[in-house]
């Protein structure tokens, strides 16, 4: 069964803290994803990543990086968190598939962050 | 800049009706078009996906509906029932050039009455 495990579910933080927000995905995917998900405004594409140690932006990529050291995990790194970045994030995996798209995104239950 | 519009924003139904959430997009070189579909506490789970090839698209209730020439696609689940209320999400990408990069629309909440 396809896992994709984001490993704190509900964290409330303070303004200027460091966040690390971790995932972890058990079907060997190339390709994982960190969306965030707020009302009225959807998904939107924070950062990306193809491969080990390889980072792309996304949309919102501001204030926001990430860390891909092994294939399976894909941390998201608030350096300086803030009230605006208060947010459901969603990790997301994908298999590559010779390189053309349209594959399943398979993603994790979210983890829910306030920051305070 | 929103490149996939959804509407409605919110959707009640009575069970057994049809349910209709549609989407149109701007970008032309988009050529796969996903409904994903999430339930409360849970991460968004695909529902069903077209390609540009084909106008329609069943699995069981939920048929996808495209409309090439109008940019529009459209989700409609036949004989809703309760279990089907949940946020839908279409979303869009160019496959060839950008993978499984998708851009989202911004969610329609269904309710079905029983």
């Known amino acids: 069964d396809v896992k994709v495990t984001q490993s704190s579910r509900y964290l409330v933080k303070r303004t200027g803290e460091k966040v690390f927000l971790e995932c972890v995905q058990d079907m060997d995917h190339e390709n994982m994803f960190w969306y965030r998900q707020d009302p009225g405004l959807g998904l939107r594409l924070i950062y990306f990543?193809?491969?080990?140690?390889?980072?792309e932006k996304g949309d919102i990529p501001e204030g926001y990086s990430v860390s891909r050291e092994k294939k399976e995990r894909f941390s998201l790194i608030l350096e300086s968190a803030s009230t605006n970045q208060t947010s459901m994030y969603l990790c997301?995996?994908?298999?590559?598939?010779?390189?053309?798209?349209?594959?399943?995104?398979?993603f994790g239950e979210g983890s829910w962050l306030t920051v305070v | 800049q929103q490149q996939v519009k959804q509407s409605p924003q919110s959707l009640i139904v009575q069970k057994g009706g049809i349910s209709i959430i549609n989407c149109a997009y701007e970008?032309?070189?988009?050529?796969?078009f996903p409904w994903y579909q999430q339930f409360p506490g849970k991460g968004p789970a695909l529902l069903i996906a077209?390609?540009?090839?084909?106008s329609e698209k069943k699995e069981g209730r939920f048929t996808i509906s495209f409309n090439k020439s109008a940019k529009q696609f459209s989700l409609h689940i036949m004989d809703s029932q309760p279990g089907d209320s949940a946020t839908y999400f279409c979303a869009a990408s160019n496959s060839w050039s950008s993978g499984d990069k998708l851009t989202f629309g911004t969610g329609t909440r269904l309710a079905v009455r029983p």
């Open positions: 990543s193809y491969d080990v140690k390889m980072k």
């Open positions: 997301a995996s994908s298999s590559w598939a010779g390189g053309s798209g349209g594959n399943t995104i398979y």
């Open positions: 970008n032309t070189a988009f050529d796969y």
């Open positions: 077209i390609r540009p090839d084909v």
